[in-house]
């Protein structure tokens, strides 16, 4: 254990925000995701939900400015669903870490699935809600 790191970071999980650079991207999935099939590198994230984890990373990992769009979800597959309400929470969590308001762009479903084959790692959590998976863009740490 270490001062300040919230047990919701595992060892894994801050071994990968570290080696992370500039523009790499980080899954953050549901329970229902196939992230092992669908990732370079899996940490497990068992027994934690999605905005868990995000408020507990945002504290160290910095969203990209440079991009109209640093987060990603996926779009429901139904045009008529209404927007899943964990989308709210990801906002608030985004907004208050990073002082400012973060646009989360729409990705089709296959798509989404093209994008985590190529980011850099993807953090399989126990997440329930549907459409739970967001995909954030590392950004820089300003002097």
Known sequence: MLKGIP??????LMYVLMKMGHGDEIVLADGNFPADSHAQRIVRA???SVPDVLEAI?????LDTFVDAPAAVMKPVNEDAPEPEIWT???VLMDAAERREVSMELVERFAFYQRTRQA???V????????ANLILKKGVVAA
Do not use: H, K, M, N
């Open 7 to 12: 047990p919701t970071i595992s060892p894994d």
């Open 46 to 48: 068992d027994g934690l």
């Open 58 to 62: 945002l504290a160290y990992f910095p």
């Open 89 to 91: 929470q990801f906002r």
């Open 120 to 122: 850099y790692a993807v």
């Open 124 to 131: 399989a959590t126990s997440e329930t809600a549907l459409y």
